[in-house]
């Protein structure tokens, strides 16, 4: 199945959701329109039980996103309106629900990743990033905010590290994002779609009531003393599952396991 809507693709094939930003003569800018198309489809795949984990890159090789649609945003200035503002109106924030959608989350970085791009990449839980791709929080020299990075850029990195990206516009390369952190993995270019294809495969080989329970685990007790966390029972238990039956019986009988996510 595949789907474009607002520039944003939707495709699913065993078991990913694959979504990727559609507007590369625009660099892939976040539009009001594809952040509320975002929305719409993580939070989709979010209850989708044949959904196990969930793919976000940008269409082209030039930027995985640029940030939020800086044209677009002068024009309603222009008109004497107001833009999105963080947190606030009648619509999820696009960052918490990716943040909050309780599947695996890979965001796979085919280029640039700036502004509110790379806070669409700090969202999800893994980043695979080609080699030319630079990783930056340029608001500071724009006068905007990077609400969400402000508080989970810190989180992810050395403290001096984030508030130096924030304070100066400029971005990290990809070898020392990697460094940091902040990518899981860095390729070449051309390499990127099969090492990315093989790193989400190696994810949803896995249970898929377990990958639920890690995500949702280390969100909602990300903060938490580590003794409330461990009493903290979120998400499915997979101790109870016919998954835990069905995995524990394939590796004595040396085969693949057939998960049901039950």
Same mark, same amino acid.
């Given at each position: 199945?595949?789907?474009?809507?607002? $520039?944003?693709?939707?495709?699913? $094939? *065993?078991?990913?959701?694959?979504?990727?930003?559609?507007?590369?003569?625009?660099?892939?800018?976040?539009?009001?329109?594809?952040?509320?198309?975002?929305?719409?489809?993580?939070?989709?795949?979010? /209850?989708?039980?044949?959904?196990?984990?969930?793919?976000?890159?940008?269409?082209?090789?030039?930027?995985?996103?640029?940030?939020?649609?800086?044209?677009?945003?002068?024009?309603?200035?222009?008109?004497?309106?107001?833009?999105? =503002?963080?947190? &606030?109106?009648?619509?999820?924030?696009?960052?918490? &629900?990716?943040?909050?959608?309780?599947? %695996?989350?890979?965001?796979? /970085?085919? !280029?640039?990743?700036?502004?509110?791009?790379? *806070?669409?990449?700090?969202?999800?839980?893994?980043?695979?990033?080609?080699?030319?791709?630079?990783?930056?929080?340029? *608001?500071?020299?724009?006068?905007?905010?990077?609400?969400?990075?402000? =508080?989970?850029?810190?989180? +992810?990195?050395?403290?001096?590290?984030?508030?130096?990206?924030?304070?100066? !516009?400029?971005?990290?390369?990809?070898?020392?994002?990697?460094?940091?952190?902040?990518?899981?993995?860095?390729? %070449?270019?051309?390499?990127?779609?099969?090492?990315?294809?093989?790193?989400?495969?190696?994810?949803?080989?896995?249970?898929?009531?377990?990958?639920?329970?890690?995500?949702?685990?280390?969100?909602?007790?990300?903060?938490?003393? =580590?003794?409330?966390?461990?009493?903290?029972?979120?998400?499915?238990?997979?101790?109870?599952?016919?998954?835990?039956?069905? !995995? /524990?019986?394939?590796? +004595?009988?040396?085969?693949?396991?057939?998960?049901? !996510?039950?």
């Amino acid at each position: 199945m595949t789907e474009r809507h607002n $520039d944003v693709v939707y495709e699913v $094939d *065993e078991h990913v959701a694959y979504l990727t930003i559609d507007r590369p003569e625009r660099r892939n800018a976040m539009s009001t329109a594809v952040a509320s198309e975002l929305v719409r489809r993580f939070s989709e795949a979010s /209850i989708d039980d044949d959904i196990w984990a969930v793919v976000l890159t940008g269409a082209g090789d030039k930027a995985f996103c640029a940030g939020a649609d800086l044209k677009e945003f002068d024009e309603l200035a222009r008109q004497g309106k107001q833009i999105p =503002v963080p947190m &606030t109106g009648t619509e999820r924030n696009v960052y918490e &629900t990716i943040t909050e959608t309780y599947k %695996p989350t890979i965001a796979v /970085i085919n !280029g640039p990743v700036l502004a509110g791009g790379c *806070e669409l990449a700090l969202a999800c839980d893994l980043r695979i990033a080609a080699d030319h791709a630079v990783i930056g929080m340029p *608001e500071a020299k724009r006068g905007m905010g990077a609400n969400f990075a402000t =508080v989970l850029l810190p989180r +992810l990195i050395p403290r001096a590290v984030a508030l130096e990206m924030l304070y100066t !516009g400029e971005p990290l390369s990809a070898e020392e994002a990697l460094k940091w952190g902040l990518y899981n993995r860095v390729v %070449p270019s051309a390499d990127l779609r099969d090492a990315a294809e093989k790193l989400v495969r190696s994810v949803v080989a896995n249970a898929p009531l377990t990958l639920r329970r890690y995500k949702e685990m280390v969100t909602k007790g990300w903060e938490l003393p =580590v003794h409330s966390a461990l009493r903290l029972s979120v998400g499915p238990n997979p101790y109870l599952s016919q998954d835990r039956e069905e !995995g /524990i019986r394939a590796f +004595l009988e040396k085969r693949p396991p057939n998960w049901q !996510g039950r």
